[in-house]
Each structure stands twice: as structure tokens, then as C-alpha cells.
């Protein structure tokens, strides 16, 4: 088989590297996206990848399978996929392979393929893995030339971003990834005194793995905080498309409370707005969304989703509790977790508080964090099928993604997630008395799958 049907996912292609994933598949993916592009009237594509051990080998694959089409390449190197993003409107190209697999393990990699103003997603996907099945390709002789969009990305920042008159003190954590090359020198233009963190690329990530939404993650960035007296610390994720915080105190921010911090920012300014919830998202961001004015509306999770939502709708921001941040206001419209970092440094700056005053209105609701139940690949959207007719019998069910199951003093979500084989659970209260029913209730709803391993929060 030249290329396994597993590795083509929701919004992505992702596999095991030398078992899923080898260069012959790349090229052959490429080959498929190139007439993909051809057919469409287009002829060249940028290529960027990330820092891993396997990337250098399957940007090469893939340029090859590109210019085998006709298409012509602009090699980009080792950036963030936020940089690759920029390249794309930089140079005016709308076809793209970014290689990452995200905040996979390092024995992953995969591609993000775009074309137009987003990401291949859904059936765009399969189309692609259906023509590398099939094996009709374009052919021809495309051009190779390697640009190095980083001094304009960086130039672009500067532009866009004027931090206020309180200069900032920073620990920047990138966790040995692809951001370390690009970061650190974005904060310092900015104007931060940056405190670098694990700021060395290196695809063994020796310190812990670039994914700022594990907690365990975040303790070298806490402690650096806290010892430091720093007014914030910045953790960024293997690709740079992802942003976690931490305030003054050493308090994790998670993804929706910076949403509400953005937010304020934003629905002054567009008042009446729709914005985009993340079925992830605590409570607390839907209410003050509405305190603010504005319009909320549950979506699905997924970088291309949303992408494309924020799209149909005029969306102006939204985000993700996984760190993804959707700047439409003044920027792109796709997640940059330099830019979103940038922003809460804007937003910092421009008062005398401390960070961990900003939010200190904000009800705070007893939850947990994300925790990842391995379930296979085949079986998982059927497990959460079930889940949700399960519980629609006694409870409200909000089944845009998965099953958010609303109970009488909060709500516990099970969904499948689309780059892992894993389902994906979080529940929150207005007690901690309440988030222990509803855990119990979560995991006896899993338990009665044999291919779902134990629920341990």
C-alpha cells in the first residue's frame, strides 16, 4: 500500500514516521496535492516544515512530488507554522505544505496543505488521499527556489503590534521547538525584557514536550516566573501556532480565560459581534461574552474548522482552549501564537495591574483540564455516538463536537479527538462536590467500552 488511509485525518495528515509515514508516501501525498493545485488552476506552493529529527527528509520528499507536477516551489526552511502562513500572503501564493505533526510525540510527523485563504480539511482531505491512491498525477518541471520570509514576518510584527509605556519582563518557555528561532527575537523587538526558557531548538525536546496545555508542562515555566518576579510567562507550543500563559503568581491562564481577556479587548470595538465558542470552553467565557454584548455561538474544535467558520460568519476572533488564537481584527484570521502572545503583551502594557488582577472578576468554576482516554482510531467516534444517545434520555446535549452534557450545576464533554487516537474529556462545576458527579457520571459512561482505557483525571 503506498500510503495508509488512517494518516488522513479531520484537518491534517499525521503518522508514525517509518511506520505510517515514510518519504515515498510523502512524495506520493505531494504528487496528489500538486494536481490538486493544477487542477485548480494553480502553479507553485510554498514549503516550510518544522524541527524535527524527519523533517529536513520529507520537505525534500515533498518538493520533489510538487515540481514533479509542474508546480513551482519557494522553500521556506525550518519556521513556525505561523510563518509558513505569512509566506503564503507575503509572496502572494495560495497553495502550501507546512511538515509538523503539532504537538504529536517526536517519532510523528505529518502535513498541513493549504490552499486559498485556508487549510484542507474534511472531504478535501480524502480527495487528496483518493488521487494519491489512484495514482493520476500531473506532471512537468517545477521550479525550486528557497527565500528566507523571516525578516518580513518579523517586520510585519513590529508594524502591527506597539506595545505601551510599561516594559514587561517575559519567560519565554518555546520547550525546545521551532518557535526557539523565531521568538525570543520577536519579544525583544517588541520591547520585553525576555527570559529565555528551553529557547535552543532541539526535536528531542529533552525538557518536556512543547504542548503548553499540559500542566506538566508548564512547572519550569511557573517556577521561572515566580523566581524571577517576572510580570508574565509566555509557553509556546512545537509549531508556534499554539500560546499557553501564566500569570505573575504562577497561575496557569487556559485558553478561554485569555479569550476573556481578548475579548474585552475586542467586542468594544465590534460591538454585537458573533463569537465563536469552542465546545471546550468553560461557562464562564460564554457569560461574559454576553455581559460584553456579544452574540455566542458553540463550534467545533479543529484549527481548519474554526478557520473556516470565522470565514462564513465575518467572525473577528475566537480560540481555542488548546492554546489556538484567531486574530481577525487586526491580523490574518489564522492562529499565530506569536502574534496572540504579542497581543496579551500589548494588552498587559498598557496598564499598571498585574496580570493576575485582570481576571481576578471572573468567576472561577471548578474544572479539569483536558484529559486525553486512549480509545482506537476505528472506534472512537462510535464510542461517542453512543455517549451522547446515552445521556440525551435524561440531560440536555450540545452535539455540535462530541457531547457537551449539560447538568444541573455544570457540564462534562466527551468527544473525539481528530489528530489522536484518543478521546478527549473535560468537565466543569460550580463546586467542587458537583465536577465530582460529574466526573463519576463521565466515566461510567466510558467504562462500559472494553476498547476505552480507564478514565483517570
Known amino acids: 500500500m503506498w500510503v495508509v488511509p488512517e494518516i488522513f485525518r479531520e484537518y491534517d495528515i499525521r503518522g508514525v514516521v517509518g511506520r505510517e509515514l515514510t518519504s515515498a508516501a510523502a512524495e506520493r501525498i ?28 520529507f520537505s525534500q520528499a515533498v518538493a520533489a512530488g510538487l515540481r514533479s507536477t509542474g508546480c513551482d516551489v519557494v522553500d521556506l526552511g525550518t519556521v513556525i507554522t505561523p510563518v509558513f502562513y505569512f509566506a503564503r500572503v507575503h509572496y502572494g501564493i495560495d497553495g502550501g505544505v507546512m511538515i509538523t505533526a503539532s504537538h504529536n510525540p517526536p517519532e510523528y510527523n505529518g502535513f498541513k496543505l493549504a490552499r486559498g485563504p485556508g487549510t484542507l480539511y474534511g472531504e478535501q482531505i ?44 517575559v519567560v519565554l518557555d518555546c520547550g525546545s521547538g521551532t518557535a526557539s528561532l523565531v521568538a525570543p527575537q520577536v519579544l525583544a523587538d517588541a ?11 532541539d526535536p528531542a525536546f529533552p525538557h518536556h514536550h512543547p504542548d503548553p496545555v499540559d500542566p506538566h508542562n508548564l512547572v519550569d515555566l511557573i517556577r521561572t516566573v ?47 459581534a458573533t463569537c465563536i465558542i469552542e465546545v471546550k470552553c468553560s461557562q464562564a467565557l460564554v457569560d461574559e461574552v454576553k455581559r460584553l454584548g456579544g452574540q455566542p455561538i458553540f463550534y467545533r474544535t479543529g484549527h481548519s474548522l474554526i478557520k473556516a467558520k470565522m470565514r462564513e460568519i465575518g467572525a473577528v476572533f475566537t480560540g481555542e482552549m488548546s492554546g489556538h488564537m484567531f486574530f481577525a481584527d487586526e491580523y490574518y484570521g489564522y492562529d499565530d501564537a506569536v502574534y496572540a502572545a504579542c497581543r496579551l503583551l500589548r494588552i498587559l502594557s498598557n496598564t499598571t495591574a498585574p496580570l493576575s488582577t485582570l481576571l481576578a472578576d471572573v468567576p472561577r468554576y471548578h474544572a479539569t483540564p483536558e484529559t486525553r482516554v486512549p480509545c482506537p482510531d476505528e472506534a472512537k467516534f462510535d464510542v461517542v455516538e453512543q455517549v451522547r444517545r446515552d445521556f440525551t434520555a435524561a440531560h440536555e446535549v450540545i452535539d455540535i463536537d462530541g457531547a457537551r452534557v449539560l447538568f444541573p450545576d455544570g457540564w462534562g464533554l466527551i468527544r473525539a479527538s481528530n489528530t489522536q487516537p484518543v478521546l478527549v474529556v473535560r468537565a466543569e462545576a460550580q463546586s467542587p462536590e458537583g465536577l465530582d458527579r460529574i466526573k463519576r457520571a463521565l466515566a461510567e459512561a466510558l467504562r462500559r467500552f472494553p476498547r476505552v482505557a480507564p478514565l483517570v483525571w
Open 30 to 57: 505531494a504528487r496528489a496535492f500538486g494536481t490538486y493545485l493544477r487542477e485548480a488552476g494553480l502553479a507553485a506552493a510554498v514549503v516550510g516544515r518544522d524541527n524535527r529529527a524527519s523533517s529536513p527528509e
Open 126 to 169: 480524502q480527495e487528496i488521499r483518493r488521487m494519491a491512491e489512484a495514482g493520476r498525477f500531473a506532471s512537468g518541471e517545477g521550479a525550486l527556489e528557497r527565500r528566507d520570509v523571516v525578516p518580513a514576518y518579523r517586520q510585519m510584527l513590529r508594524e502591527k503590534i506597539r506595545l505601551g509605556p510599561r516594559r514587561l519582563r
Open 191 to 201: 520591547g520585553c525584557e525576555v527570559i529565555p526558557l528551553y529557547c535552543e531548538s
Open 226 to 272: 515566580r523566581e524571577t518576579r517576572a510580570d508574565l510567562g509566555i509557553g509556546l507550543d512545537g509549531d508556534g501556532d499554539r500560546v499557553g500563559a501564566v500569570d505573575d503568581q504562577g497561575q496557569i491562564i487556559w485558553g478561554d480565560l485569555l479569550m476573556v481577556l481578548f475579548w474585552r479587548e475586542i467586542l468594544p470595538r465590534h460591538p454585537g
